[in-house]
């Protein structure tokens, strides 16, 4: 575990990997830290946002650091079911990648229950994880200027939706109708962290 100071009074600090990020997320929400306004998990960070005038910031990172990181993970938010027609641009690369036939990559990525690890990216954008391993793939080598809203993608060990146009580099392998953010709804994202998703391929 490394802690380094983040702008004025905030907190970053560098995991080993996601299991230790939402370990200490988990451990950090149950506890009543003075002046922690904010916890932002990533894939190998958590950044701890402070209110500078109820914090002390250095005697928190040591709270932190005595923090055991071997239990936890994330708070269950219910399941979300996606309805994907598997359809995508990428779909013919990531089933060369994977060695899997292109139905094969659909059951994998139907096959398992995902969840949603952190957010990021847009709002309204979440990290999948969970999902079957032979999905593992790297990330386009060129980016797409703009990626359609609802598509669905690979990246590593991650699935995510885009839930706007935006550039993006992610595998497409499909789309979706739901709508993953809207400001009108409470909460305005589909996809937040604990969220469980079941992908089901819709024709």
Request: contains cysteine; negative net charge.
């Amino acid at each position: 575990m490394r802690i380094l100071p983040c702008a004025d009074s905030g907190l970053l600090v560098e995991l080993d990997d996601l299991d230790q990020v939402l370990a200490l997320h988990a451990a950090l929400t149950e506890r009543t830290l003075p002046g922690v306004v904010d916890l932002v998990p990533a894939a190998r960070t958590l950044l701890v946002s402070l209110d500078p005038e109820h914090a002390d910031r250095w005697a928190l990172a040591e709270v932190i650091r005595e923090v055991p990181l071997n239990g936890g993970g994330l708070v269950d938010r219910g399941l979300l079911t996606v309805p994907v027609v598997y359809d995508g641009a990428d779909l013919g690369e990531v089933s060369r990648l994977t060695g899997l036939s292109r139905r094969e990559v659909v059951r994998a990525h139907t096959g398992t229950e995902w969840r949603v690890a952190f957010g990021g990216f847009a709002p309204g954008f979440g990290y999948l994880v969970g999902g079957d391993p032979r999905l593992e793939v790297p990330r386009r080598g060129e980016s797409r200027t703009s990626v359609p809203a609802g598509s669905v993608g690979l990246a590593g060990k991650f699935s995510g939706v885009y839930p706007r146009a935006s550039p993006g580099g992610w595998q497409l392998i499909g789309r979706t109708e739901l709508e993953m953010w809207r400001t009108d709804r409470d909460p305005p994202a589909l996809l937040r962290p604990g969220v469980r998703v079941r992908f089901e391929e819709s024709r």
